[in-house]
């Protein structure tokens, strides 16, 4: 990809001398995949909660032993058990009729969540005891997994729904995305140019190992600088064809912003797409280790469960 100077003067050139035709709105396909952002309000949610629970537990001096955390224990423990049903509807024959599955898998992520919350708010934030913190070390591994694996989850299935993306179908929204952007941005052919160059290095299946791994993390990255240089480039061509076709301010905007927008999300299919492969294999992976933790968690709970009421 050339840099943002040259991209940029080349395009305004471009779009100096060529006619200047009204265009099109761009319309975004609502097929295409989207790269997942809730997973940063979900982190920030929980920080927020952690922190408010602590400053809660030294205004009001909540230690483990009193009757107030022991409840908020109950209650936590009591979600933890219910994120069992998800997994049991997925396989017993008789709960699949039990309601959508995009309904089980919200309570499933809430009580996965909400269900550690109540039991670190619980603790007072201390540990007195070894099979408590073993217990607590069990719960934070399997929650901190469970946030891992939605991240991924997000990255291969639509939405919460639980139906799962192919290859193909992703392969298909990228091509689809590349003919919307050429007929949408033929007046801006330095954009198109850059996106398509974009797409061909993301999708390139070559080069080894190491090569393929730095392609896999560094994408994001490089789709955010190349959205940031044709969002330049579309501001250049856009105020050149504005001022040559009388365009007011509200029309400039309004096909800056769609433009922009059909740009972002033929970055992010691209994205989506190239990452697919490698989001599934981690998914299984993820599947083989966070079965043993979840069952570390049972036995450590239940332990400590005893011995909190045995002594």
Aim: aromatic share 10%; with cysteine; charged share 15%.
């Amino acid at each position: 990809m050339r840099s943002g100077s040259s991209l940029s003067g080349q395009g305004a050139r471009a779009g100096a001398a060529v006619a200047l035709p009204r265009p099109s709105v761009p319309k975004v396909s609502n097929d295409q995949p989207r790269r997942p952002t809730a997973i940063r309000w979900l982190v920030l949610g929980i920080a927020v909660v952690i922190g408010v629970g602590w400053l809660a537990s030294r205004a009001f001096g909540l230690t483990a032993s009193s009757p107030l955390a022991y409840w908020l224990g109950v209650a936590g423990g009591v979600a933890m058990l219910v994120t069992f049903l998800y997994p049991l509807r997925k396989r017993i024959p008789l709960m699949r009729h039990w309601g959508a599955a995009k309904h089980w898998f919200v309570v499933h992520m809430v009580c996965g969540i909400g269900g550690p919350l109540l039991v670190i708010v619980h603790t007072g934030y201390s540990v007195g005891s070894v099979n408590a913190a073993i217990a607590l070390s069990s719960m934070l591994l399997v929650a901190g997994s469970g946030v891992i694996g939605r991240f991924i989850y997000l990255h291969i299935h639509r939405g919460l729904s639980g139906a799962h993306w192919t290859l193909a179908e992703l392969q298909a929204a990228v091509g689809f995305s590349s003919g919307e952007v050429h007929s949408k941005l033929a007046f801006a052919p330095r954009v198109e140019q850059a996106l398509r160059q974009f797409r061909d290095v993301a999708l390139d299946p070559g080069g080894g190992a190491w090569r393929r791994a730095w392609r896999f993390v560094s994408l994001p990255a490089r789709a955010q600088l190349a959205q940031r240089r044709c969002r330049q480039e579309l501001d250049i061509v856009l105020k050149a064809k504005a001022a040559a076709l009388k365009w007011d301010r509200a029309d400039l905007e309004r096909r800056r912003r769609k433009s922009a927008k059909l740009v972002e999300r033929f970055l992010e299919a691209v994205v989506t797409a190239a990452q697919f492969s490698t989001y599934e294999r981690l998914f299984s992976l993820w599947h083989v280790l966070h079965v043993p933790l979840v069952w570390m968690l049972v036995v450590s709970a239940v332990a400590h469960v005893v011995a909190v009421h045995a002594y």
